[in-house]
């Protein structure tokens, strides 16, 4: 605990899961994202709502990712160490994962003011 101007502030605690905000933030928007996708009707009017589903769901995988990022990593490395795929395997793996998400972040900036029910 430290003392400021004679508050005390437990910093430590209170921002605990500050270390990896963009993991705390994506388990926060995950759920409520899916349950956007399953109650809503509507779409944005630029899009057809085959194509505003398709974007939900890639924005879902995104957000599924982050918060799985540690685990799916492990496990290709553990692929990797045990020589079931090489190093380029590997490495393209990662760059399309990667590819990936940045697209289902951009398709989430960009909608983000239309979701809504």
Known sequence: MKKIDGV?????????????????????ILPRLRQFKESTDGF??????TIWYIYLDEMIWGFQ???D?????????DLWYDGHITSRE???IEEEA?????LSLELFSRFYLNLAY
């Open 8 to 28: 005390t502030s437990n910093r430590r605690h209170r921002y605990h899961n500050i270390h990896n905000l963009c993991y705390e933030i994506a388990g926060y």
């Open 44 to 49: 944005p009017h630029t899009l057809t709502e």
């Open 65 to 67: 990712y982050v918060v």
């Open 69 to 77: 990022i540690d685990k799916i990593e492990d496990e290709l490395l």
């Open 90 to 92: 590997y490495l393209e």
């Open 98 to 102: 990667m590819d990936r998400l940045d």
